[in-house]
C-alpha cells in the first residue's frame, strides 16, 4: 500500500467521524477494492456501514479487519459484538464484547453493548451490572444512560428510569 493510500483510508475515516457516514463509505468501499489485504480499510468502511445501520455488511467487514488486521482490533470486536447482538445473535456477540472488555473495562460503550447482549441473551445480573457501569463510567456517555433507563423500565424501576432517561438528555442523546 502506498502513503497515498494509507492517506486516503485516514481522510475517510476523519469525513466519517465528522458525520459524512455516506461519503465516507463510498470512498472506502473503493479503498477496500483497491488494496483488499488492508485492514484499516477494512476496519473503517465496516464503521462506516454499522453507523448507516448497514450490519449485514458490518459484520463480514468487520470480520475481515480483524483477519486481516487492524490498530482498531479492540474497537472492531465491540463494534462486531454490537452488529451481532442487532441481528439477533447474542451468543456470538458475547465473546466478541468479553474481548473488547478485557482490554477496556470501564469503557462505557462497551459496557453498554455488554448490557444489551447480556439482555439478549436473559443475563438479568450482568446485564444489570453492565448497564450500572456504564452509566457510572467517567466520562459519562448518554447513550450508556439511555440503555441504562430502557433496562431499569423493562424492569419496573419507573422511577429510576425516568431519572436515567433524563440524564442521557443532559448529557446530550437524543437517540
Known sequence: MTGDHGAAVAAAAAALQVGEAEAARRQLATLVAEAPADGEAWYWWAAAQDTLGREATAIPAYREALRLGTTHDVEAHAFLASSLEKTWRPQEALSHIERALASRPDDALFLTIMGNVAAALGHRERAWDAYRRAAAADPPVGLAWHHWAQWLGANG???????????????????
Open 157 to 175: 424501576h419507573w422511577d429510576e428510569a425516568s431519572a436515567a432517561f433524563d440524564r442521557a438528555w443532559d448529557l446530550g442523546y437524543r437517540g
